[in-house]
């Protein structure tokens, strides 16, 4: 069997708060990460246009992570739109099923998300893969869940006769520590980058900078941010 290196990472990184919080993670643990995203019809194209501006801000801002920083892989996914019935492809209003399952919901999209990755780290000999599911804030996603993410550790090492390493760091943390966890890997200066050059708005909205970021501030991810900002800059005061 090839060898996976041990030192590189791959980082699902899709310019959100969670993602990039993610891809400072593998920064300060890993001597080489690669970034992969993909294209599939967002409704806010804004997401892909970030990815560049963040992966920049980093690299200017912690030189310590500017070599660690390598390549960035984009993929096109145009079938998951034409799959899905969801506010986040098609201009529809943001609805709720009986599962509190927002109609953004691509069934199985991280499946096929994380299975992508592995195949380019199969390819580019990386053997962790980073990813910023969470089953804290977003129960409701099932391709989310711990559970899920560890059987698809062991399908992806059984299917493709490796031993990948799959990480999600924010698994069991809240939106509010996910910004606490910014803070440690990066102070003040990373908590910056995060909060005006990330996006997390299922509508695309960039033209406010509020306190916790840019977004529409209605929309249930501009809720749970702004949420998780006012309980981390309180925690901070106490
Ligand atoms: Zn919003």
Redesign the pocket.
């Known amino acids: 069997m090839t060898n996976l290196s041990d030192d590189r990472a791959l980082v699902l990184f899709s310019a959100g708060q969670d993602s990039t919080t993610c891809l400072a993670w593998a920064l300060e643990r890993f001597s080489v990460v690669e970034t992969i995203g993909y294209d599939y019809g967002q409704r806010h194209v804004i997401e892909l246009a970030q990815r560049p501006a963040i992966r920049e801000a980093l690299a200017r801002r912690f030189p310590q992570w500017s070599t660690r920083l390598q390549m960035d892989h984009t993929l096109g996914l145009s079938a998951l739109s034409a799959i899905s019935e969801t506010a986040l492809t098609r201009q529809m209003e943001l609805t709720f099923d009986e599962d509190r399952i927002p109609n953004t919901f691509v069934p199985g999209r991280n499946i096929i998300f994380l299975t992508l990755a592995a195949a380019v780290a199969y390819r580019r000999g990386i053997k962790h893969i980073v990813a910023g599911m969470c089953e804290t804030d977003y129960s409701g996603y099932p391709d989310c869940r711990d559970d899920t993410i560890k059987a698809m550790q062991v399908a992806l090492n059984l299917g493709m006769d490796r031993r990948f390493v799959l990480h999600t760091p924010l698994m069991f943390i809240d939106k509010a520590g996910t910004w606490e966890m910014a803070e440690a890997l990066g102070g003040s200066a990373l908590v910056e980058i995060v909060r005006t050059e990330t996006h ?6 960039r033209e406010t900078l509020h306190e916790w970021g840019h ?9 749970l ?1 702004s949420a998780g900002w006012t309980r981390y800059r309180s925690r901070q005061k106490a």
């Open positions: 997390s708005c299922y509508l695309g909205v977004g529409c501030g209605t929309c249930p991810a501009c809720e941010r």
